[in-house]
Structures are given as structure tokens and as C-alpha cells.
């Protein structure tokens, strides 16, 4: 899995951050997503899919590689 985040899309809600805490962060200044791991490992595959699902933003992008 890789994933792709579109800081201009994020809107700071932290849906990401709660899903998946490993794999998104979010600034201090602003609550922008922060991507910590593209390519997370298999254990945490779940969490990122429901972390993108529930991003209201629609600024996380999946891809299988």
C-alpha cells in the first residue's frame, strides 16, 4: 500500500490522526495533515483505509503497489 496526502485538500479534522495514529500526524500550527508512513506495513492496512474513508476532506489516496 502507498498512500498520498493533498495538504490543500486537508482540512485540519483529525479523523486521520484518531483512525490511524501511526501512518498521519497533524501540525502544531494549523492541524494539516502530516503523512509519517507511505507505505505502511500490512498490520495497519485496515486502520488506513478507515482513515481515508472517514476524511471529510477527502484528501488521503490509496494505492496498491
Same mark, same amino acid.
Given at each position: 500500500m502507498l498512500v498520498r496526502i493533498d495538504q490543500e485538500?486537508?482540512?485540519g479534522a &483529525?479523523?486521520?490522526v484518531?483512525?490511524?495514529p501511526d501512518v498521519f500526524d497533524q501540525?502544531?500550527?494549523? &492541524?494539516?495533515?502530516?503523512?509519517?508512513d507511505a507505505r505502511p506495513p500490512a &498490520?495497519?492496512?485496515q486502520a488506513v483505509r478507515?482513515?481515508?474513508a472517514v476524511c471529510p476532506?477527502?484528501?488521503i489516496r490509496l494505492e496498491q503497489v
Open positions: 485538500k486537508c482540512c &483529525g479523523s486521520c484518531l483512525a490511524a501540525r502544531d500550527e494549523d &492541524g494539516i495533515v502530516v503523512l509519517l &498490520g495497519l492496512h478507515d482513515a481515508a476532506a477527502s484528501a
